[in-house]
């Protein structure tokens, strides 16, 4: 998938009381280190995600462990994670 395949980006919260889910939390806190061009940290404990390899309903996972500290930093394209997990749902049916 490319930039150009990415879905419609809805605007991220601006301010924290808007923030009503975990996607929304998520979506707030990139927002915000992107435009301080800040990296997030986190401190996980036993936490295992499985990341899809490729955008396809078979697609195979890469099973991702985390145990300790997690810094992500934002690159120049963000979409909400909220679009990327309904582009995902819509590309299963």
Do not use: H, K
């Amino acid at each position: 998938m490319t930039t150009a395949d990415a879905p419609t980006s809805s605007e991220p919260a601006t301010d924290p009381s808007e923030v009503d889910d975990w996607l929304d939390l998520i979506d707030y806190l990139t927002s915000e280190a992107a435009e301080r061009n800040q990296a997030l940290e986190c401190e996980l404990d036993e936490v295992s995600v499985d990341v899809p390899m490729r955008m396809s309903p078979d697609a195979r996972t890469a099973n991702w462990r985390f145990d300790g500290g997690v810094t992500m930093s934002v690159g120049e394209v963000r979409v909400p994670l909220r679009d990327w997990m309904q582009y995902w749902e819509r590309s299963s049916d």
